[in-house]
Structures are given as C-alpha cells and as structure tokens.
C-alpha cells in the first residue's frame, strides 16, 4: 500500500488502536495498584496506632502532591510523559514490594508507612500531569474524547475492582500480601508502557528548552493559559467545580449517611450510586467520541449535577438518595469528561503537562486540604448548608462558563 493511501486512510478508532489499548491497560493495572495501596496503607496505620495518627498517615500524601504538582507539570513537559509515567510507576512499584518485603519481616512503626505515603505525594505530583499529557501524543486528535471516555470507565474500573482485592488480599496475608498485590499492578503497568510509541509534537510547536530555569518554564505554561480564549476560562470553571464537589461527596456522605441512620452501607450504596452514574457518563463518551455544543453542555450538567449535589442533603430515605447519587455521578460524569476532552483538544500538546497540572491541582491538590473545614463546617451548622454551600460553588462554576462565549461555543473535533 502507497505512502499516499496510507496518508488518506481515516485514522483508526481509539478501541482498536493498539497504542490507546497499550495505554489503557497501563493505566488500569496503576488505578487498581492504587486503590490496593491506600486500602493496605489504612489497614496498616489503623493496626500500628491510633484511628487519629492513622488519619495524619492517610493524609500526609495530599502535602506534596500539592506543593509540587505545578512543577510536576514541567517535568512531564521536559522529559516527555511516557518517560515521567514509567519512572512514577517504577517507583511505586519499588516501595509497595519493600513495604511488603518489611512488614513481613518485622512491625515498622507509623513513621515508615508516613515516609511511603510521602513518596507517593511526591510521585502523584508528577504522575498525574503525565498521564494528562499522553492522550494526544498516542491517538488522533479527534479520538481524543473517546479516550476520555475509556479513561474514565478504567478509572472506575480500578476503584470496583481496587477494593474487593485489597480487602481479599489483607484478609489473606495481612497489610504485606496487599502491599505486594499492589507492587504487582504497578509492575504490570511497564511493559505496557515500554511498548507505547509517541507521535512527534507537531511542526513549530514550542518545546522546552534544555537548561531553561524550572520558574521560567512554569511562567511560561501560565501565560499560556492566561492567553488562551478557551483554555483560560476553563482552568476557572474547573477549579471552583472541584472546590465545591470534593467535599461534601467525600466528607458529606458519610456525615449524611451516620445522620439518617444508613450507616457503612449506607455510604456503600451512594458510592456506588454515584460510580454507577459517572461510568455511564465515561461509557457514553467512549461510545459516541463526541458530545455537540462541549462548552454549553458542560456549562448546563456542572448546574444540573449542583442542584442534584443541594438536593442529596435533604432527601429522608436510602434508594431515593441512591438515585439522586446517581443523578449527580452522571451529570458530573458528563461536565467532567467534557472539561477534560476539551483539554486534552485546545491544548498545544508541548504545554500539556503544564495545562494538567493547573487542571487537577484543585481536585487532587487543593481539595482534600480543605475536607477537614468541611468536616468543622458540618459540626457547626450541620451537613444541609455544606450542602448547599458545595452546590452553589459547583453552580457558578456552571453560570461562569456559560458566560464566557468562547467557551460556552467550544467544539470537540469531528
């Protein structure tokens, strides 16, 4: 076959493109490795101190994670994301298989199982704007939703099938079989990875310069952003619909659930509710590759999923809030693959580490510092107003890109 039919030849579905596949099992095998890691991490601290040193051990990841993920950014951008993604999995894998390896050995105290989850915080920094930056450097430009689509069902998939085997793999050797279970998925990912191939950034498109201050890279990705009609805004919308969903779905739920009287399987069934919903917003993507008017509709399922997010407070009974959980994993599920396709399509993929970074500091950096003063907030004024507060933030994250007309009129590519 010619260079030139081959040229013409439209480009290959994102599920049959061995590339993306490559991609996505990777990425499955280190969401699941993940899940396994924080459920034996937990079983571990609560076995070795109290639930409130157990707690800090918990918590103590989300310090680095936010301090350095900008810088993550320039990392992923500098050295290439391929290379940031196998060294971070790399890594991971070497500290689960030498926890593992020490709790089989002798009873560390809470100070090593601190160092780890600080080495994960670390590594999260980088990870995260890496794994942001591959789609577009292993599939087509206008398969990029798709892609969004099938990451978000991995994701969910990791977090279903991440706890049954943590929990099946502490109940059979203990914190140190699940933290080799978890060593395993993370080595699972290399090969995967060894085998991606990316395409070459396009023609003139700014790469970073070798020996270029780290500030002055950062500075730069900023004013990208800054600069970008589209980009810009959307960074804002983002960020206050993190800041308004993170913590009454994380701490919220589970003071919801001890109120009505639910209890853990009252948390059990929102969660799942709530999975159930987004996976069917992500499979809808997957499936479809596009979604007309991306802008307007994220704009209108971010006030939809806000006013489902305010309801969820004041709903008296379990399957009547399973189903509102439900609503609102759909609707976020939607605005959020959106946020990210377009992303993933408005940015030049030389600053898309960078982009990432801004992108997921608020939900992964800023977020969960903030859950204990959503825990303060509910013990003062109860868990309706944390409600309603989270729901109006997540609301004018909606009205704000509604308002913005290069947003609102965003397209994802045909």
């Known amino acids: 076959m010619s260079a030139a039919v081959l040229a013409a030849a439209p480009p ?7 590339q993306v596949l490559r991609w996505l099992g990777a990425y499955t095998a280190s969401t699941v490795g993940d899940s396994v890691y924080y459920l034996a991490l937990s079983w571990a601290a609560v076995s070795s101190g109290s639930p409130a040193q157990a707690g800090l051990v918990m918590a103590v990841s989300a310090v680095p994670r936010a301090l350095l993920l900008l810088f993550g950014g320039v990392i992923a ?18 500290v689960t298989l030498g926890l593992a390896a020490v709790l089989l050995a002798t009873s560390p105290g809470l100070w090593l199982l601190a160092a780890a989850a600080l080495v994960f915080g670390a590594v999260d920094a980088v990870f995260l704007p ?22 978000g069902l991995a994701h969910r998939m990791g977090s279903v099938l991440g706890a049954p085997l943590g929990g099946l793999a502490v109940a059979t050797g203990g914190p140190a079989s699940a933290f080799g279970a978890a060593g395993a998925l993370f080595a699972l990912s290399l090969p995967l990875l060894s085998a991606l191939r990316l395409r070459p950034l396009p023609t003139g498109e700014k790469g970073e310069k070798a020996g270029s201050p780290v500030l002055r890279d950062l500075a730069d990705g900023l004013r990208h952003l800054r ?11 983002i960020l206050l619909a993190d800041l308004g969903f993170v913590g009454p779905l994380n701490v919220g739920l589970a003071l919801l659930a001890e109120q009505r009287g639910w209890g853990a399987p009252g948390i059990g069934w929102l969660l799942a509710g709530f999975g159930a919903g987004a996976g069917a917003a992500s499979l809808l993507l997957a499936v479809r590759g596009r979604l007309p008017r991306a802008g307007a509709t994220l704009g209108w399922t971010m006030l ?4 489902a997010v305010a309801v969820l407070a004041f709903v008296p009974r379990l399957p009547a809030a399973v189903a509102v959980a439900v609503a609102v994993g759909l609707l976020a599920g939607v605005s959020g693959a959106l946020c990210h ?7 030049e ?8 970074a801004v992108s997921s500091l608020g939900s992964l950096g800023l977020a969960p510092l903030g859950m204990p003063l959503t825990g303060a907030a509910a013990g003062l004024w109860g868990t309706g107003p944390v409600f309603v507060a989270g729901a109006a933030v997540c609301a004018l994250s909606g009205a704000f890109a509604l308002t913005v007309p290069a947003l609102r009129r965003a397209e994802l590519p045909r």
């Not at 951008?77 to 991971?92: A, E, I, Y």
């Not at 794994?131 to 798709?146: T, Y």
């Not at 396709?341 to 940015?347: G, H, K, N, Y």
């Not at 993929?349 to 982009?355: C, E, F, K, Q, S």
């Open 12 to 18: 290959r579905p994102a599920h049959r493109d061995p």
């Open 77 to 94: 951008d500098r050295l290439g994301p391929r290379r940031v993604v196998l060294v971070s999995d790399t890594v991971r894998c070497l």
């Open 130 to 151: 890496a794994v942001g930056a591959l789609p577009p450097r292993i599939a087509a430009h206008d398969q990029l939703a798709r892609v969004q689509g099938l990451r």
């Open 227 to 237: 600069r970008h009609r589209v980009l810009g805004p959307l960074m804002i919308t």
């Open 304 to 307: 939809l999923g806000a006013s």
């Open 341 to 347: 396709a377009l992303v993933q399509t408005e940015c």
């Open 349 to 356: 993929p030389a600053y898309l580490g960078r982009v990432s």
